[in-house]
C-alpha cells in the first residue's frame, strides 16, 4: 500500500515530463559508438516534454574533460535570456559505450543518456529512460542534429526509430530554433 502513496506523492513531480504504466524498454543503442566523434554541439529538433526545457535555440555542447569526463554545456533561450546548465556525462560500462549517464548535480545521480543512433555528421537520436519501483517510468527522447533545420527526412527517419524501439512519441514537439545564433 506504501508504494500507491509513494505513486500519489510522485505525480505532480511528473506532471510535465513523459511517464508510463510499467518498466523502461531496452531500446537497442548505436553499436561501436564513438564518444570522441560525438563531441562538440548538437542543436535540439525535437524532444518529448520535460520541466527543464522550456524556451527555444537548445543546443548542447559536449567536451572531453582532462578527467576523462565529458563537459556537457546545454543552452536554450527563455525570455529572451539564455540560460545555460552545465552537467557531467560519463560512460559507466566500457562495453557499451553509446550507454552514457549524465548528470547536472552533485547531489543527483546520473541519469540514462543513451545514445539510439548517430552519423555524427547530422542526426543523433537520444533516449532517457527511469523506472520508478517498475511500477510506471518517467521517459526523455531527443532529436539531435548538426544544424538547427535538418532535412524533413532526417526528422522523419529518427522519429520511426524511436517508434520501432517502442518509444511513444505522440507527445513529442519541435523546438523552436528560428534564432540568432548564442
Given amino acids: 500500500m506504501s508504494a500507491v502513496y509513494l505513486v500519489l506523492l510522485l505525480l ?15 531500446p537497442a543503442v548505436q553499436p561501436g559508438f564513438d564518444v570522441q566523434k560525438y563531441l562538440g554541439r548538437w542543436y535540439e529538433i525535437a524532444r518529448l516534454p520535460n520541466s527543464f526545457e522550456r524556451g527555444k535555440c537548445i543546443e548542447a555542447n559536449y567536451a ?18 539564455v540560460s545555460t546548465a552545465e552537467g557531467t556525462a560519463v560512460v559507466p560500462d566500457t562495453r557499451e559505450m553509446a550507454k552514457l549517464g549524465v548528470s547536472f548535480s552533485y547531489f543527483t545521480p546520473y541519469s540514462p543518456y543513451w ?8 542526426l543523433a537520436v537520444v533516449y532517457s529512460c527511469t523506472d ?17 533545420f535538418p532535412l524533413p527526412q532526417t526528422v522523419r527517419y529518427a522519429k520511426e526509430l524511436l517508434v520501432r524501439e517502442g ?11 528560428n534564432c540568432k545564433d548564442n
Fill in 167 to 177: 518509444i511513444d512519441i505522440s507527445r513529442m514537439k519541435a523546438t523552436d530554433q
Fill in 64 to 81: 572531453l574533460r582532462k578527467d576523462g569526463t565529458i563537459r556537457v554545456l546545454n543552452s536554450q533561450l527563455y525570455k529572451d535570456k
Fill in 115 to 122: 545514445v539510439l543512433t548517430t552519423d555524427y555528421t547530422s
Fill in 132 to 148: 520508478v519501483l517498475r511500477l510506471f517510468r518517467v521517459e526523455y527522447a531527443w532529436i539531435l542534429s548538426r544544424s538547427r
Fill in 12 to 26: 505532480p513531480l511528473v506532471s510535465a515530463q513523459t511517464f508510463h504504466w510499467g518498466p523502461c524498454p531496452s
